[in-house]
Protein backbone atom coordinates (compact mmCIF):
# COMPACT_ATOMS: atom_id res chain seq x y z
CA UNK A 1 0.00 0.00 0.00
CA UNK A 2 1.27 3.31 -0.90
CA UNK A 3 2.30 5.71 1.69
CA UNK A 4 -0.01 8.92 1.55
CA UNK A 5 2.30 11.97 2.31
CA UNK A 6 1.20 15.62 3.48
CA UNK A 7 0.35 18.05 0.73
CA UNK A 8 2.79 21.23 1.30
CA UNK A 9 0.72 24.39 0.71
CA UNK A 10 3.79 26.72 0.06
CA UNK A 11 5.79 24.92 -2.52
CA UNK A 12 2.78 23.78 -4.04
CA UNK A 13 2.02 27.80 -4.64
CA UNK A 14 6.10 28.21 -5.94
CA UNK A 15 5.59 25.59 -8.23
CA UNK A 16 1.97 26.95 -9.83
CA UNK A 17 3.20 30.26 -10.21
CA UNK A 18 6.19 29.14 -12.03
CA UNK A 19 4.33 27.19 -14.17
CA UNK A 20 2.04 30.26 -14.84
CA UNK A 21 4.96 32.49 -15.56
CA UNK A 22 6.88 29.51 -17.75
CA UNK A 23 7.51 30.66 -21.61
CA UNK A 24 4.46 29.81 -23.91
CA UNK A 25 3.48 30.27 -27.45
CA UNK A 26 0.64 32.41 -25.62
CA UNK A 27 3.19 34.73 -23.25
CA UNK A 28 6.22 34.76 -25.17
CA UNK A 29 6.43 37.79 -27.55
CA UNK A 30 7.95 36.93 -31.21
CA UNK A 31 10.18 39.83 -31.27
CA UNK A 32 11.22 42.03 -27.81
CA UNK A 33 8.82 44.68 -27.37
CA UNK A 34 11.02 47.86 -28.46
CA UNK A 35 9.46 49.88 -25.23
CA UNK A 36 10.46 46.80 -22.69
CA UNK A 37 13.90 46.66 -24.07
CA UNK A 38 14.35 50.39 -24.01
CA UNK A 39 13.55 50.91 -20.50
CA UNK A 40 16.08 48.06 -19.63
CA UNK A 41 18.74 50.07 -21.34
CA UNK A 42 17.59 53.30 -19.52
CA UNK A 43 17.73 51.67 -16.35
CA UNK A 44 21.57 50.47 -17.88
CA UNK A 45 22.24 54.17 -18.53
CA UNK A 46 22.70 53.44 -21.75
CA UNK A 47 19.97 55.66 -24.18
CA UNK A 48 22.35 56.37 -27.21
CA UNK A 49 22.90 52.80 -27.55
CA UNK A 50 19.21 51.63 -27.12
CA UNK A 51 18.39 54.42 -29.88
CA UNK A 52 20.87 53.71 -32.54
CA UNK A 53 20.33 49.57 -31.80
CA UNK A 54 16.75 50.34 -32.36
CA UNK A 55 15.46 52.06 -35.35
CA UNK A 56 12.00 51.01 -34.85
CA UNK A 57 12.08 52.73 -31.66
CA UNK A 58 13.87 55.73 -32.89
CA UNK A 59 11.43 56.12 -36.20
CA UNK A 60 8.15 55.83 -33.26
CA UNK A 61 9.72 58.45 -30.94
CA UNK A 62 10.05 60.70 -33.86
CA UNK A 63 6.41 60.53 -34.99
CA UNK A 64 5.66 60.66 -31.32
CA UNK A 65 7.76 63.51 -31.15
CA UNK A 66 6.34 65.23 -34.42
CA UNK A 67 2.95 65.20 -33.27
CA UNK A 68 3.42 67.23 -30.61
CA UNK A 69 4.60 69.90 -32.40
CA UNK A 70 2.02 72.85 -32.48
CA UNK A 71 -0.36 70.63 -30.08
CA UNK A 72 -1.96 72.64 -27.41
CA UNK A 73 -0.38 71.99 -24.12
CA UNK A 74 -3.64 72.90 -22.49
CA UNK A 75 -2.53 76.41 -20.80
CA UNK A 76 -5.06 78.66 -23.40
CA UNK A 77 -7.87 76.36 -22.83
CA UNK A 78 -7.36 76.59 -18.91
CA UNK A 79 -7.44 80.42 -19.26
CA UNK A 80 -10.73 82.67 -18.40
CA UNK A 81 -13.60 82.74 -21.24
CA UNK A 82 -13.22 86.80 -21.61
CA UNK A 83 -9.32 86.31 -22.18
CA UNK A 84 -9.82 83.67 -24.18
CA UNK A 85 -11.87 85.62 -26.39
CA UNK A 86 -9.38 88.63 -26.41
CA UNK A 87 -6.75 86.02 -27.92
CA UNK A 88 -9.49 85.29 -30.69
CA UNK A 89 -9.63 88.74 -31.11
CA UNK A 90 -5.49 89.30 -31.38
CA UNK A 91 -5.92 86.34 -34.13
CA UNK A 92 -8.15 88.32 -36.14
CA UNK A 93 -5.85 91.11 -35.93
CA UNK A 94 -2.94 89.22 -37.05
CA UNK A 95 -5.19 87.80 -40.08
CA UNK A 96 -5.22 91.44 -40.87
CA UNK A 97 -1.85 91.96 -40.97
CA UNK A 98 -0.98 89.03 -42.66
CA UNK A 99 -3.98 90.41 -45.74
CA UNK A 100 -1.99 93.93 -45.73
CA UNK A 101 1.65 91.96 -45.93
CA UNK A 102 0.34 89.91 -49.09
CA UNK A 103 -0.66 93.09 -50.85
CA UNK A 104 3.27 94.22 -49.62
CA UNK A 105 4.56 91.48 -51.59
CA UNK A 106 2.72 91.63 -54.28
CA UNK A 107 3.09 95.57 -54.85
CA UNK A 108 6.90 95.03 -54.19
CA UNK A 109 6.71 92.09 -57.41
CA UNK A 110 4.91 94.85 -59.39
CA UNK A 111 7.30 97.33 -58.53
CA UNK A 112 10.16 95.22 -59.60
CA UNK A 113 8.29 94.54 -62.55
CA UNK A 114 7.87 98.01 -63.52
CA UNK A 115 11.56 98.99 -62.88
CA UNK A 116 12.09 96.24 -65.50
CA UNK A 117 11.43 98.40 -67.78
CA UNK A 118 13.01 101.29 -67.13
CA UNK A 119 16.51 99.24 -67.25
CA UNK A 120 15.55 97.60 -70.64
CA UNK A 121 17.18 100.51 -72.66
CA UNK A 122 20.13 99.90 -70.60
CA UNK A 123 20.38 96.59 -70.36
CA UNK A 124 19.27 96.90 -75.40
CA UNK A 125 22.29 99.23 -75.14
CA UNK A 126 24.84 96.58 -72.93
CA UNK A 127 23.84 94.13 -75.34
CA UNK A 128 24.82 96.24 -78.37
CA UNK A 129 28.08 96.86 -76.92
CA UNK A 130 29.05 93.66 -76.43
CA UNK A 131 28.38 92.52 -79.71
CA UNK A 132 29.87 94.70 -81.45
CA UNK A 133 26.92 96.39 -83.14
CA UNK A 134 27.10 99.91 -81.93
CA UNK A 135 30.19 101.74 -80.89
CA UNK A 136 30.26 103.87 -77.58
CA UNK A 137 29.66 107.60 -78.12
CA UNK A 138 32.30 110.52 -76.98
CA UNK A 139 29.96 111.59 -74.11
CA UNK A 140 30.05 107.43 -73.39
CA UNK A 141 33.85 107.47 -73.68
CA UNK A 142 34.23 110.49 -71.55
CA UNK A 143 31.82 109.48 -68.50
CA UNK A 144 33.45 105.72 -68.68
CA UNK A 145 37.13 106.94 -68.45
CA UNK A 146 36.53 109.29 -64.85
CA UNK A 147 35.06 106.06 -63.83
CA UNK A 148 38.16 103.76 -64.59
CA UNK A 149 40.33 106.73 -63.36
CA UNK A 150 38.72 106.53 -60.25
CA UNK A 151 38.61 103.28 -59.41
CA UNK A 152 42.94 103.04 -60.27
CA UNK A 153 43.05 105.77 -58.09
CA UNK A 154 41.26 103.66 -55.36
CA UNK A 155 43.23 100.62 -56.01
CA UNK A 156 46.39 102.93 -55.54
CA UNK A 157 45.21 104.23 -52.71
CA UNK A 158 44.27 100.77 -51.07
CA UNK A 159 48.14 99.12 -52.27
CA UNK A 160 49.78 101.84 -51.95
CA UNK A 161 51.40 100.92 -55.58
CA UNK A 162 51.03 103.22 -58.36
CA UNK A 163 50.60 101.75 -61.28
CA UNK A 164 51.65 102.36 -64.49
CA UNK A 165 49.63 103.67 -67.20
CA UNK A 166 49.09 100.74 -69.25
CA UNK A 167 50.58 101.09 -73.02
CA UNK A 168 48.16 102.02 -75.69
CA UNK A 169 47.82 99.66 -78.22
CA UNK A 170 46.90 100.19 -82.05
CA UNK A 171 43.28 99.60 -82.77
CA UNK A 172 42.25 96.08 -83.56
CA UNK A 173 39.97 95.05 -85.73
CA UNK A 174 37.76 92.95 -82.70
CA UNK A 175 34.13 93.81 -82.61
CA UNK A 176 32.20 94.69 -79.63
CA UNK A 177 33.60 92.73 -76.22
CA UNK A 178 34.69 88.70 -77.60
CA UNK A 179 33.18 86.04 -74.92
CA UNK A 180 31.90 88.66 -72.67
CA UNK A 181 29.48 86.51 -70.65
CA UNK A 182 31.39 83.67 -70.64
CA UNK A 183 34.23 85.30 -68.98
CA UNK A 184 31.23 86.76 -66.61
CA UNK A 185 29.91 83.40 -66.20
CA UNK A 186 33.05 81.67 -65.36
CA UNK A 187 34.69 84.63 -62.68
CA UNK A 188 30.89 83.55 -60.82
CA UNK A 189 32.67 80.84 -58.11
CA UNK A 190 29.61 78.89 -58.20
CA UNK A 191 29.03 79.13 -61.83
CA UNK A 192 32.42 78.33 -62.87
CA UNK A 193 31.86 74.74 -60.84
CA UNK A 194 29.54 73.99 -63.48
CA UNK A 195 31.03 75.38 -66.65
CA UNK A 196 33.59 72.35 -67.93
CA UNK A 197 36.09 72.73 -71.18
CA UNK A 198 33.91 71.38 -73.06
CA UNK A 199 30.83 73.76 -72.11
CA UNK A 200 33.21 76.83 -72.58
CA UNK A 201 33.24 76.48 -76.47
CA UNK A 202 29.78 76.05 -76.83
CA UNK A 203 28.84 79.66 -74.37
CA UNK A 204 31.73 81.23 -76.84
CA UNK A 205 28.06 81.77 -78.40
CA UNK A 206 26.49 82.91 -75.60
CA UNK A 207 24.99 86.81 -77.08
CA UNK A 208 23.03 87.78 -74.09
CA UNK A 209 21.30 86.74 -70.84
CA UNK A 210 17.93 88.68 -70.03
CA UNK A 211 15.11 88.65 -67.24
CA UNK A 212 11.83 88.52 -67.86
CA UNK A 213 9.15 88.95 -65.09
CA UNK A 214 5.54 86.96 -65.64
CA UNK A 215 2.22 88.28 -66.33
CA UNK A 216 0.16 85.39 -65.63
CA UNK A 217 1.59 84.51 -62.30
CA UNK A 218 4.28 86.14 -59.83
CA UNK A 219 7.74 84.69 -61.08
CA UNK A 220 10.49 85.31 -63.61
CA UNK A 221 12.22 83.63 -66.53
CA UNK A 222 15.81 83.65 -67.86
CA UNK A 223 16.59 83.87 -71.29
CA UNK A 224 19.71 82.77 -72.81
CA UNK A 225 20.49 83.88 -76.67
CA UNK A 226 22.90 82.25 -78.96
CA UNK A 227 24.31 82.85 -81.93
CA UNK A 228 24.40 79.91 -84.60
CA UNK A 229 26.80 77.43 -83.36
CA UNK A 230 27.34 74.03 -83.72
CA UNK A 231 25.63 71.79 -80.85
CA UNK A 232 22.34 72.81 -80.39
CA UNK A 233 19.81 74.27 -82.95
CA UNK A 234 17.81 76.85 -80.17
CA UNK A 235 18.75 80.77 -80.67
CA UNK A 236 17.25 80.64 -77.29
CA UNK A 237 16.93 78.34 -74.01
CA UNK A 238 15.14 79.60 -71.08
CA UNK A 239 14.23 78.33 -67.22
CA UNK A 240 11.20 79.79 -66.05
CA UNK A 241 11.00 79.96 -62.03
CA UNK A 242 7.73 79.92 -60.78
CA UNK A 243 6.74 81.77 -56.98
CA UNK A 244 3.81 80.94 -54.77
CA UNK A 245 2.85 83.19 -51.63
CA UNK A 246 3.60 81.89 -48.46
CA UNK A 247 0.00 81.97 -46.41
CA UNK A 248 1.21 82.98 -42.82
CA UNK A 249 3.86 86.02 -43.81
CA UNK A 250 2.32 87.00 -47.28
CA UNK A 251 5.74 86.46 -48.71
CA UNK A 252 6.44 85.31 -52.30
CA UNK A 253 8.43 81.94 -51.96
CA UNK A 254 10.08 79.98 -55.25
CA UNK A 255 7.34 77.06 -56.22
CA UNK A 256 9.03 75.30 -58.95
CA UNK A 257 10.87 75.84 -62.07
CA UNK A 258 10.33 74.68 -65.74
CA UNK A 259 13.31 73.77 -68.27
CA UNK A 260 13.77 73.93 -71.95
CA UNK A 261 14.56 70.96 -73.97
CA UNK A 262 17.72 71.52 -76.00
CA UNK A 263 18.07 70.49 -79.41
CA UNK A 264 21.60 69.17 -79.85
CA UNK A 265 22.97 68.79 -82.76
CA UNK A 266 24.67 64.89 -84.28
CA UNK A 267 27.88 63.99 -82.20
CA UNK A 268 27.64 68.00 -80.15
CA UNK A 269 25.45 66.59 -77.02
CA UNK A 270 27.49 68.28 -74.36
CA UNK A 271 25.20 66.24 -72.03
CA UNK A 272 26.40 63.05 -72.51
CA UNK A 273 29.96 61.42 -73.63
CA UNK A 274 30.14 57.98 -76.09
CA UNK A 275 32.47 55.55 -74.59
CA UNK A 276 33.55 52.63 -77.15
CA UNK A 277 34.70 49.14 -76.46
CA UNK A 278 35.73 45.98 -78.42
CA UNK A 279 34.08 43.02 -78.00
CA UNK A 280 35.39 39.65 -79.44
CA UNK A 281 33.12 36.53 -80.47
CA UNK A 282 34.35 33.89 -78.65
CA UNK A 283 32.97 31.50 -81.37
CA UNK A 284 33.72 32.95 -84.50
CA UNK A 285 37.18 35.26 -82.83
CA UNK A 286 35.32 38.61 -84.93
CA UNK A 287 35.44 41.62 -82.83
CA UNK A 288 33.02 44.56 -83.23
CA UNK A 289 33.07 48.13 -81.66
CA UNK A 290 30.42 48.77 -79.24
CA UNK A 291 29.57 52.70 -78.50
CA UNK A 292 27.65 53.55 -75.10
CA UNK A 293 26.20 56.72 -74.56
CA UNK A 294 26.68 57.93 -70.79
CA UNK A 295 25.48 61.05 -68.82
CA UNK A 296 28.14 63.80 -68.80
CA UNK A 297 28.56 66.91 -66.20
CA UNK A 298 27.96 70.29 -68.19
CA UNK A 299 26.48 73.45 -67.52
CA UNK A 300 23.48 72.73 -69.52
CA UNK A 301 22.01 70.46 -66.68
CA UNK A 302 20.60 74.27 -65.55
CA UNK A 303 18.29 74.02 -68.13
CA UNK A 304 16.59 70.28 -67.00
CA UNK A 305 13.18 70.14 -65.58
CA UNK A 306 13.56 68.62 -61.91
CA UNK A 307 10.18 67.64 -60.75
CA UNK A 308 9.94 68.05 -56.87
CA UNK A 309 9.84 64.69 -54.78
CA UNK A 310 6.27 63.63 -52.72
CA UNK A 311 6.24 65.60 -49.85
CA UNK A 312 6.21 62.02 -47.64
CA UNK A 313 9.34 60.97 -49.63
CA UNK A 314 12.32 60.60 -47.36
CA UNK A 315 14.45 58.42 -49.58
CA UNK A 316 17.94 59.41 -50.22
CA UNK A 317 17.53 59.67 -54.12
CA UNK A 318 14.36 62.43 -52.91
CA UNK A 319 16.50 64.23 -50.64
CA UNK A 320 19.49 64.46 -53.28
CA UNK A 321 16.94 65.67 -55.54
CA UNK A 322 15.45 68.79 -53.45
CA UNK A 323 19.11 69.56 -52.37
CA UNK A 324 19.09 70.12 -56.46
CA UNK A 325 16.09 72.22 -56.65
CA UNK A 326 17.32 74.27 -53.91
CA UNK A 327 20.82 74.77 -56.00
CA UNK A 328 19.50 75.41 -59.42
CA UNK A 329 17.38 78.45 -57.63
CA UNK A 330 20.54 80.20 -56.24
CA UNK A 331 21.81 79.95 -59.20
CA UNK A 332 18.81 81.54 -60.76
CA UNK A 333 18.30 84.06 -58.07
CA UNK A 334 22.29 85.06 -58.60
CA UNK A 335 21.63 85.47 -61.92
CA UNK A 336 18.28 87.24 -61.98
CA UNK A 337 19.66 89.98 -58.84
CA UNK A 338 23.30 89.95 -59.10
CA UNK A 339 25.30 88.65 -62.64
CA UNK A 340 22.51 89.99 -65.09
CA UNK A 341 22.02 93.78 -63.35
CA UNK A 342 25.80 94.23 -62.33
CA UNK A 343 27.10 91.53 -65.84
CA UNK A 344 30.62 94.22 -66.18
CA UNK A 345 31.47 93.55 -62.76
CA UNK A 346 31.51 89.75 -63.39
CA UNK A 347 33.53 90.13 -66.48
CA UNK A 348 35.53 92.55 -65.13
CA UNK A 349 36.19 90.08 -61.66
CA UNK A 350 35.12 93.65 -59.58
CA UNK A 351 31.90 92.01 -58.62
CA UNK A 352 34.36 89.27 -56.47
CA UNK A 353 35.41 92.18 -54.20
CA UNK A 354 32.02 93.62 -53.10
CA UNK A 355 30.19 90.17 -52.98
CA UNK A 356 33.05 88.98 -50.25
CA UNK A 357 34.31 86.34 -52.68
CA UNK A 358 36.89 84.72 -54.28
CA UNK A 359 37.90 81.80 -57.14
CA UNK A 360 37.49 79.10 -53.92
CA UNK A 361 34.10 80.33 -52.83
CA UNK A 362 32.13 77.95 -55.38
CA UNK A 363 29.85 75.01 -53.97
CA UNK A 364 30.50 72.24 -51.81
CA UNK A 365 31.68 69.13 -53.47
CA UNK A 366 28.50 67.39 -52.17
CA UNK A 367 26.06 69.99 -53.44
CA UNK A 368 27.95 69.87 -56.97
CA UNK A 369 27.54 66.01 -57.09
CA UNK A 370 23.42 66.77 -55.92
CA UNK A 371 23.10 68.92 -58.62
CA UNK A 372 24.69 66.64 -61.22
CA UNK A 373 22.73 63.40 -62.27
CA UNK A 374 24.46 60.86 -61.12
CA UNK A 375 23.92 57.06 -63.32
CA UNK A 376 26.63 55.24 -62.51
CA UNK A 377 24.62 52.27 -61.15
CA UNK A 378 23.03 52.18 -64.35
CA UNK A 379 26.61 52.18 -65.64
CA UNK A 380 27.13 49.22 -64.02
CA UNK A 381 24.15 47.88 -64.96
CA UNK A 382 24.95 47.74 -68.80
CA UNK A 383 28.29 46.54 -68.34
CA UNK A 384 26.97 43.57 -66.17
CA UNK A 385 25.05 42.77 -69.01
CA UNK A 386 27.88 43.29 -71.76
CA UNK A 387 29.46 40.86 -69.54
CA UNK A 388 26.60 38.49 -69.68
CA UNK A 389 26.65 38.66 -73.44
CA UNK A 390 28.46 35.14 -73.89
CA UNK A 391 28.20 35.55 -77.83
CA UNK A 392 29.91 39.12 -77.93
CA UNK A 393 32.40 39.25 -75.04
CA UNK A 394 35.96 38.41 -75.15
CA UNK A 395 36.66 34.84 -73.64
CA UNK A 396 38.51 34.65 -70.48
CA UNK A 397 41.13 32.69 -71.75
CA UNK A 398 41.43 34.67 -74.76
CA UNK A 399 41.15 38.01 -72.09
CA UNK A 400 44.31 36.06 -70.52
CA UNK A 401 46.15 35.59 -73.17
CA UNK A 402 45.39 39.32 -74.65
CA UNK A 403 46.43 41.09 -71.19
CA UNK A 404 49.70 41.15 -69.52
CA UNK A 405 50.07 39.74 -65.94
CA UNK A 406 50.05 42.96 -63.96
CA UNK A 407 46.66 44.13 -65.45
CA UNK A 408 44.91 40.69 -64.65
CA UNK A 409 43.92 42.00 -61.42
CA UNK A 410 42.35 45.38 -62.51
Known amino acids: MSENKGVNIKTDEKAASAADTAPTPQNTPIFTAPMAAAAAAVEAGDIEASLAGNPALLSMLQGRLGSLIGASSGYIESLPKAVR ?37 LYER ?12 DQEKAEGAKIAKEEKENEEEASGIEEEDADEDEDEDVAGIPEFWLTALKNH ?9 RDEEALKFLRDIRLAYLDESPGFKLEFV ?26 LEFSHAQGAEIDWKPEHDL ?21 KTVPAQTFFSFFTTVEEPESDDESELAEETRDRITLD ?21 KALEYEGLDED ?15 DDEDDSDDDEDDDDSGDELSKSAKEAAEPPQCKNQ
Do not use: C
Request: proline share 4%; no cysteine.
Open 85 to 121: ERVDVLKYLQQQHTEIDKKLHMEIYELEKKYSKQYAP
Open 126 to 137: RNALVQGTAEPT
Open 189 to 197: PNFSELITE
Open 226 to 251: FAENPFFSNALLTKTYVYDQDEIAGA
Open 271 to 291: SVTVETKKQRHKTTNRTRVVK
Open 329 to 349: YELADDLKEKIVPNAVDWFTG
Open 361 to 375: DGFEDEFMDDYYEDD
